[in-house]
């Protein structure tokens, strides 16, 4: 027998049907009917995998409450991705890190180093032999 109360909970409290997962998505194109975009990631290799997550829970515990989802099946997913090359599906992720930031190259970046020979301190008196 269900839990389920009365109420209209967006989010039951049984899982849904098997192969239906909670999907990220980003806003997408101007013109789709959507206007919804899956999100694709990269597995720690660097492959391209499409990801579900079985609960909208798991999903916001991972990638954030703001991050949008819509639910499709698993087979409507991989469809999604196979024009794209993805043909990797990773559900319930745990593990996730923030895009790298943005790099500044090498030759226009300032390094300080520190200075070899201080010119106060303990460190100084002990280099010039006093």
């Known amino acids: 027998m269900s839990e389920r109360s009365g109420t209209d909970d967006?989010?039951?409290l049984e899982p849904g049907p098997a192969g239906t997962l909670f999907v990220p998505v980003r806003p997408g194109p101007v013109g789709?009917?959507?206007g919804w975009t899956a999100r694709f990631f990269r597995t720690p290799l660097g492959d391209r995998t499409a990801v579900g997550f079985t609960s909208a829970h798991r999903l916001a515990a991972?990638?954030?409450n703001g991050q949008?989802?819509?639910r499709l099946s698993e087979p409507a997913l991989r469809a999604l991705g196979t024009p794209l090359g993805v043909t990797v599906l990773t559900v319930d992720p745990q593990l996730t890190a923030q895009a790298p930031g943005r790099t500044v190259p090498a030759a226009t970046a300032r390094v300080r180093r520190p200075d070899p020979y201080p010119r106060s301190g303990p460190t100084a008196a002990t280099r010039c032999g006093r």
């Open 10 to 12: 967006p989010e039951p």
């Open 32 to 34: 789709l009917a959507t």
């Open 62 to 64: 991972t990638l954030g």
């Open 68 to 70: 949008p989802w819509i």
